[in-house]
């Protein structure tokens, strides 16, 4: 997933004119595929899964951690490579917040990749 924003807490859910956020993510890699079907112009690479924590707020003047949002989530990763060349990621992810304005969130991500 995207980093930047609070998973497990609807859109514009924190306001101020500071922004204080930590996304943490371990990624396991789960499956080296490494493979393709016959000669169709799409190959797996690899498959991970991971596990992450996000906290943070906003805040206007000063900073109260015992105020910190926090949410805890999942996703997998399948790495895939399209035409022969072009990389790709598709993430599939869940978080939840688990403090107050917390709420379930999925998501379906299709990137590119390096």
């Known amino acids: 997933g995207s980093t930047g924003y609070l998973r497990g807490y609807p859109v514009r859910s924190v306001v101020g004119q500071q922004y204080h956020l930590a996304n943490l993510e371990v990624r396991q890699q789960l499956f080296d595929i490494e493979r393709g ?13 991971a596990a992450l924590v996000d906290a943070g707020n906003a805040f206007n003047g000063e900073i109260d951690p015992s105020e910190f949002k926090v949410g805890v989530g999942g996703a997998l990763r399948l790495d895939f490579t399209l035409g022969y060349g072009l990389p790709g990621a598709l993430d599939v992810g869940y978080a939840r917040g688990l403090t107050s304005g917390g709420s379930h969130e999925t998501w379906l991500l299709l990137t590119g990749t390096l």
């Open 37 to 49: 079907v016959s000669t169709l112009p799409f190959y797996l690479r690899r498959m991970h899964a």
